[in-house]
């Protein structure tokens, strides 16, 4: 067995981050209130100009920033005082008002700072340990905002702007009959275009590739016929109007001129690619009437018009009204009735398989009817999930894993409970941590990271079916059964949202998180396949292509891209390739998250020729093939000291139904 000093090993390892749960499934964004504190011009413009004078801040739209600046209030500090300890929790944003203050880490003085600075901007996010302390020089003023505060601003404006979209959606004829999830996705590609009075949006003849929705104002729609020196205005098109889907349809001349009218006019745009990724066939675009047939006939290259779009198949047609509500996602609990009798005081030690700072995961044994049985225990610190405010999650973590069967997702069979810590009663799964080999590897090959990656999608395929979404993919949270193939493990921060609502709370690992967690705009499933792109890079070259000192400086790297990182040579164009369709910023854009589902990701050139019905039917032979030696070997696993903490009672019985 490897000796490995416990403690220098677990600072290596990614950790997962979390805020506390700001969802309200189901509600509307009026339903969200928040605070407001009047403030005089020069205060609101010093706080806006701090704001986008940072990295992170400088991603936020106008309307949040403006709720931002409304919503932050002021407070003062004597000399020698401090608004920041090292060390501790924070839960706030501040900017510098008025005074001078001093950043101070580990005893020292970094330097100096007066007003108009933003600092703390981690905090919002979620809890988390302040890194450097802050003293005030001289008596001094602050603006502060709240976390919860930050949240309900992001969330607020982000589900007005989905709710305002989808319902724009829902008045254009051509869209008002399909469903939610398919309008959500529309949306989220959905580019805003202005065009001044008298600009020519579409002119007659071009070629195009973009549908348009008018959004604001309107448009007038000429047309050249044949002979004839000028064109002829046809119609007035006015908000939720549309024009140019044929374009999405196939390549073909536009037919018409699209004139912005006084005082200019709003569009949203889709442009073909987009179009038949998240829709695909719409049967009224072949029933749709212009009224121009005698106008058309009149040019030979505009006979095609109105192609035959085809007939729609049975339960394909997007018509047919498919939103699915969350009761659509109910999934019964899966219990074990052999273990119900199996107390907490039967189950024998023999080891530690893993520590982090929720406590300790045990390898333990049961004797029962003269077999020994074997699982893994996990031991959460009461206090500490209390403390975190991770009560929601533990709950979510318990009814997920109770519901999920599949060979590549680590099997729930009970739960117990003491006055210091919920347990967790799991499948043993022996061949080890993906990452622990992975860090003795440094890297792995193709092969070896396609077959961890498709157990993982495997994975994905069942979860996402079922309305749930992962959120914490990582090297960390993939373990290897007897047979080396990989189970997903640590469902704390999954959640059940349904197919197309989104959730809000900040969780992820830092070097995992997609851009929408970031910037708090509201996330869904989509966020599991880039997570999936960060997870082959990692496979591929021993680090994910997003890292940096520190959490913040992390996620702005993140939010300035995938194009932005430099590939190593050694991987392959094909790798390189499917990383990138994963990792797109726009969610919808994603490989996986389109029409085609995980097929997408299957049908990839860099899995060409995996052998997918083998993996299925769980026949395919794991490049990974552990060495063990009986049930109870732990040779794949690091030692881990002892665990000498004992923590304090936690009796506030918030776990009572656990």
């Known amino acids: 067995m490897k000796s490995v000093k ?25 339903d ?100 450097a302390s802050i003293r005030v020089l001289c008596d001094s003023r602050v603006w502060v905002l709240d976390r919860r505060v930050f949240q309900q601003i992001m969330m607020r404006t982000g589900m007005q702007r989905i709710e305002e979209n989808v319902n724009f959606l829902k008045s254009v004829p051509l869209l008002k009959h399909l469903s939610n999830d398919v309008l959500t996705k529309i949306a989220d590609v959905l580019e805003v275009e202005f065009y001044p009075a008298g600009a020519y949006i579409i002119r007659q003849g071009a070629a195009g590739d973009t549908f348009f929705l008018i959004s604001q104002g309107t448009v007038k729609v000429t047309q050249r016929l044949p002979g004839r020196s000028v064109d002829e205005e046809i119609r007035i098109l006015v ?86 509500s969350l009761a659509d996602f109910f999934i019964p609990l899966v219990f074990f009735p052999e273990l119900m009798d199996v107390n907490l005081s039967d189950l024998e030690v023999v080891g530690t398989l893993g520590v982090g700072g929720f406590g300790r995961v045990e390898l333990v044994k049961v004797e029962r009817n003269g077999d020994t049985q074997v699982y893994a225990l996990k031991c959460m610190k009461k206090r500490h999930i209390v403390d975190t405010r991770q009560q929601e999650h533990m709950y979510s973590e318990r009814k997920i894993m109770l519901a999920c069967q599949s060979p590549f997702i680590c099997r729930l069979y009970r739960t117990y409970k003491d006055t210091k810590f919920v347990y967790m009663l799991l499948e043993a799964c022996m061949g080890g941590e993906v990452w622990t080999i992975l ?141 990138k369709r994963l990792c797109r910023d726009v969610p919808s854009e994603r490989l996986g998250y389109q029409r085609g589902g995980v097929q997408d990701i299957k049908k990839y050139k860099w899995f060409q020729g995996f052998d997918w019905d083998g993996l299925v039917a769980l026949t395919l032979k794991s490049p990974l093939q552990p060495n063990l030696h009986g049930p109870l070997d732990m040779s794949n696993f690091d030692i881990f000291p002892k665990d000498l903490d004992i923590p304090p009672d936690e009796q506030s019985g918030w776990d009572a139904d656990f």
């Open 6 to 30: 416990g403690i220098t090993l677990q600072a290596m390892k990614k950790q997962g981050v979390s805020g506390e749960s700001c969802d309200l499934m189901g509600s509307q964004s009026s």
């Open 32 to 131: 969200i209130k928040i605070p407001k504190y009047k403030k005089d011009f020069s205060a609101k413009q010093l706080i806006k100009d701090a704001i986008m004078e940072n990295d992170f801040f400088k991603n936020i739209d106008s309307l949040q920033i403006r709720e931002i600046v409304d919503s932050m209030y002021s407070r003062e500090y004597r000399k020698g005082e401090y608004v920041i300890h090292e060390g501790e929790a924070g839960s706030h944003l501040y900017i510098s008002a008025a005074g001078e203050f001093e950043v101070i880490k580990d005893g020292k003085v970094l330097g100096a700072m007066g007003p108009g600075r933003a600092f703390g901007e981690l905090a919002i996010l979620y809890n988390c340990t302040r890194t």
């Open 239 to 324: 908000r939720g109007e549309y024009f140019g889907e044929q374009a999405l349809i196939k390549e073909d001349k536009r037919t018409a001129n699209i004139i912005a009218m006084s005082p200019g006019v709003e569009c949203l745009t889709l442009d073909r690619e987009s179009f038949t990724k998240h829709i695909g066939d719409l049967c009224e675009l072949q029933e749709k009437n212009y009224g121009d047939e005698e106008r058309v006939l009149a040019f030979r290259n505009l006979e095609n018009t109105h192609p035959s779009l085809g007939s729609c198949q049975p339960g394909k047609c997007l018509h047919t009204p498919s939103s699915r």
């Open 439 to 579: 860090r003795d590897r440094v890297t792995f090959e193709d092969s070896t990271a396609k077959f961890i990656v498709a157990c993982v999608l495997q994975a994905f395929d069942f979860l996402h079916a079922r309305g749930i979404v992962y959120r914490d993919l990582k090297p960390e949270n993939l373990l290897l059964d007897a047979r080396g193939y990989a189970k997903l493990v640590d469902f704390g921060f999954s959640k059940f949202i349904g197919y197309s609502n989104k959730t809000w709370t900040f969780c992820g690992t830092p070097e995992y998180v997609a851009p929408e967690i970031i910037l708090n705009k509201g996330h869904d499933r989509s966020v599991d396949y880039w997570a999936l792109g960060i997870l082959i890079h990692e496979l591929l070259t021993g680090i994910p292509p997003f890292t940096a000192a520190d959490p913040m400086k992390t996620y702005n790297i993140i939010l300035k891209g995938i194009d932005m990182v430099n590939f190593p040579k050694h991987m392959s164009r094909a790798a390189v390739s499917l990383i």
